[in-house]
């Protein structure tokens, strides 16, 4: 329930500048306490499945905390409607000593046919849907919903009221709020969301990609650095271990990024907010991305 205060009478200005700085430290929290902390993966796959060599790579690493794909909220072509797709199936356990926290993708087409009047709605539907799939599989409650968008200048304030809306729902079941912030978006007001996971990874034009690496290129995240140290939410940093694949004129290329250029970008971004340290994820869990670095990569990636 939201409630407003009322202020009646004289301030003084010594006293409006008071409450001036108090809400703006509130409202533009850029330190470390809403964090988790920690290391962490996503896992992006619609079955969830672990094999001996990710639970190993999870323990070395002291990964305790999975942001999981719950499902993917898209415009349904027959109703108009915003539908779940892709959900995840839970076919194998999930390790007691891991937190999960539940990840949903939202295309920016949903928010172009949700008016403000029905993001209470889809709020509501996307809360119930991630509690219900946990209890449907035996999951313990969640501690944390995360809502990932490609969000523009045009879309953004139907999903800020989105969120907000996501927020209070989840804030019922004992769940706080994050969501996905891409470099293009670190120029826009921050999202009412408790932190922001910082995107370091598709980065580039993939039409460019014999000048750039178009997952990571440091030369593509260096014009953004200087939005890293003013943005008024605490941020957590993901960084790309995948490989990807594309196939033009019949000729596959794939994109990898280089472990020194990885480890560049991480240094440059910490320099410039040296709290993005704090929370370190990797982009996606999976036998492949693991053997693709080497266990001395993973272990300055994660350093803290």
Known sequence: MRTRHHLSGFISPLLFLALFFLLSCSTADTGTDALPGGNAVYYWRTEWQMDSTQRSFLQRHGVQRVYCRYFDVVMD?????????????????????????????????????????????????????????????????????????DYTSRSRDTYYALLAAIREGAARYGMRLSTTIRLHQ???????????????????????????????????VRPYADHLEPYPLPLAAAYPVYCWQRHIGGVRIEHTVDAAELLAVKRLVEKRRPALSNTIIAYHLSKENIERYSNDTYEALFHH
């Open 186 to 220: 670190l120029s826009m007001p921050a999202p009412p969301a408790d932190y922001g996971v910082l995107m370091l990874y598709n980065t580039g034009d993939p039409r460019r990609f014999a000048e750039r690496n178009p997952v990571l290129d440091e030369r593509d």
């Open 77 to 149: 072509t027959a109703t108009h409607q915003p539908m779940p797709n892709a959900t995840i199936g839970f076919t194998d356990s999930v390790p007691q000593t891991l937190e999960l926290v539940p990840t949903v993708y939202i295309t920016e087409n949903c928010l172009h046919h949700v008016s403000s009047l029905s993001t209470d709605t889809l709020a509501a539907r996307i809360v119930k849907r991630v509690v219900q799939m946990n209890q449907t599989n035996d999951l313990p409650p969640a501690n944390e919903l995360q809502i990932d968008c």
